[in-house]
């Protein structure tokens, strides 16, 4: 209830700001026509709802509505996305499949597919590995990194501070609506900003060169 996915939502022009603007590439949001929009988002909304009996691979297809005239069939780089897509997420196993018959994970992954599909520069995620087991929470935060690495703007609204301090650049916390706090993991995720914001304390450790925590409930005194 802080405001994180009301914030996504604003960024995409999905609702409006109540001050404020939203610019992309120096242009207002606001005033870019909706395909134009689309072009330059790539989204994946919290639960990775799928509502329609589609095949995976019709699904993945929808990435590319953006670029598209609405009668013509796919073209040939259009294809390419779509197939790198899937490639990326792994799911060509079962692009014929039916999006309704896959796990949550194989779904998420699915819809992943989608919203790289589009090419967009920037790619918005709500609660990308929220529901899924440690295995796939970890496969979806990697192969949302390795979309930053293939020059792609990635914005992820996460409650797990773990995989937050491990995969992200920058950390932005929100708490009742204001901003609290900006800056690298190491800086922001400090013991009093756990305490005040979270009310928890961390367990820490390291190894490999990689840092890791585990929030643990503060002692009742």
């Given amino acids: 209830g802080a405001g994180k996915t009301t914030l996504l939502r ?3 022009g999905l609702v409006a700001p109540l001050s404020g603007e939203v ?12 395909k134009e929009r689309a072009r330059h988002f790539g989204y994946l909304a919290q639960g990775a709802p799928a509502h329609w009996p589609m095949t995976v691979r019709s699904i993945v297809e929808l990435g590319r509505m953006p670029h598209r005239h609405p009668w013509r069939n796919l073209s040939a780089h259009d294809r390419a996305c779509v197939d790198v897509a899937v ?3 792994g799911i060509a196993a079962f692009v014929q499949r039916l ?7 194989e779904r998420a992954r699915v ?3 989608r919203a790289i599909a589009v090419g967009a520069p920037f790619l918005l995620a709500d609660e990308p590995a929220a529901s899924l087991d440690p295995h796939y929470q970890l496969q979806m ?3 949302l990194k390795e979309q930053v690495s293939a020059h792609c703007s990635v914005v992820v609204v996460m409650h797990d501070l773990n995989l937050a301090q491990q995969f992200c650049d920058r950390l932005i916390v929100i708490d009742g609506g204001n901003l609290v706090a900006d800056g690298v993991p190491r800086d922001v995720l400090t ?3 756990l305490q005040k914001i979270f009310r928890v304390h961390a367990a820490r450790w390291s190894e490999n060169d990689r840092h890791y925590m585990v ?3 503060e002692e009742p005194h």
């Fill in 87 to 89: 490639e990326q997420t």
């Fill in 141 to 143: 935060t990697s192969l």
């Fill in 99 to 105: 999006v309704t018959s896959l796990s949550g994970g």
């Fill in 215 to 217: 929030p643990v409930l």
């Fill in 191 to 193: 013991d009093g900003l």
């Fill in 111 to 113: 819809m992943l597919a």
């Fill in 23 to 34: 610019s992309v590439a120096g242009h207002h949001l606001a005033d870019m026509p909706i």
């Fill in 10 to 12: 604003a960024l995409l």
